[in-house]
């Protein structure tokens, strides 16, 4: 008698999400913010340049975890519908 083995793979439809982070201009703030994403799950980044973060999210929830994440690492996300901290964060190069 043979067994077999069935894989199966879910695919989500993931979101694609742009962001404004107007402090995060030099290659030092973009690496900063790369690194502190980077162990997101759910989250693929297209796009990372000055002012400007391009990402497709697998839900409102991960993306909700990024801009907080973003935000934790000293950055503001202009534009976006999460409630956003009340301290303005000017990023690391600022000041």
Same mark, same amino acid.
Not at 22 to 51: F, T, W, Y
Not at 54 to 79: A, M, N
């Given at each position: 008698?043979?067994?077999?083995?069935?894989?199966?793979?879910?695919y989500l439809?993931?979101?694609?999400v742009e962001?404004?982070?107007?402090g995060?201009?030099?290659?030092h703030?973009?690496?900063?913010?790369?690194?502190?994403?980077?162990?997101?799950?759910?989250?693929? !980044? @297209?796009?990372? #340049?000055a002012g +400007?973060?391009? *990402?497709s !999210? @697998?839900?409102? #929830?991960?993306? +909700?975890?990024? *801009?907080e994440?973003?935000?934790?690492?000293?950055? +503001?996300?202009?534009?976006?519908?999460i409630?956003?901290?009340?301290s303005?964060?000017s990023?690391?190069?600022?000041?």
């Amino acid at each position: 008698m043979q067994k077999f083995v069935i894989q199966t793979k879910i695919y989500l439809k993931m979101k694609n999400v742009e962001l404004s982070i107007p402090g995060m201009q030099s290659a030092h703030c973009q690496a900063r913010v790369n690194d502190a994403i980077a162990a997101i799950k759910g989250i693929k !980044v @297209e796009k990372l #340049e000055a002012g +400007k973060l391009s *990402v497709s !999210v @697998e839900s409102d #929830e991960v993306r +909700k975890e990024l *801009v907080e994440t973003i935000e934790k690492t000293g950055y +503001k996300v202009d534009g976006d519908d999460i409630e956003e901290d009340s301290s303005p964060s000017s990023g690391c190069c600022s000041n």
